[in-house]
């Protein structure tokens, strides 16, 4: 069961992002995540605070505090979806194979673009997450 349309999560990624940066073309790019009050919210995140670093067309780059217990239903990406694991643990389940996986803290993880998955947080948790192109989610 999907617990949001796709189209208000993309919606929501891209409001998100609204006010990041591009990604840079001439120049370094330094982005501080110190200020709780830059962290939010948005329908089909409620218990995720993101705070968006880049979105643009190349892609969606963003830190995010996830609550323990959120889950994110089956679901895929058009796009290749990466994270790394700054604290806190989650489990990762591959829906082609069935695999499940923990990842923790300096775990890496990347999900190949149209490659259904779910996820359920373990332990509050903190991540960085990477999309390769614009957001978007597609549920199943």
């Known amino acids: 069961m999907c617990e949001y349309k ?31 009050n830059d962290f939010k919210s948005g329908p089909g995140y409620e218990n995720i605070q993101i705070k968006s670093l880049i979105c643009d067309k190349n892609g969606y780059r963003s830190y995010c505090k996830i609550k323990k217990g959120n889950i994110e239903y089956p679901h895929y990406h058009n796009g ?14 591959n ?3 069935n695999e499940e996986f923990i ?7 990347c999900n190949p673009a149209n490659l259904p998955h779910m996820s359920i947080c373990i332990e509050k948790s903190e991540v960085f997450w990477m999309y390769n192109k614009e957001p978007d989610c597609q549920c199943l």
């Not at 290749?80 to 389940?93: C, N």
């Not at 990842?103 to 993880?109: A, E, M, R, V």
Request: proline share 4%; net charge positive; glycine share 6%.
């Open 6 to 36: 796709s189209n208000d999560k993309e919606n929501t990624l891209l409001e998100l992002g609204k006010n990041s940066s591009k990604f840079p073309t001439n120049n370094h790019l330094r982005v501080s995540t110190d200020n709780p």
């Open 95 to 97: 829906l082609k194979t």
């Open 103 to 109: 990842l923790k803290k300096g775990d890496y993880y």
């Open 80 to 93: 290749r979806y990466e994270l790394f694991v700054i604290s806190g643990k989650l489990m990762y389940k």
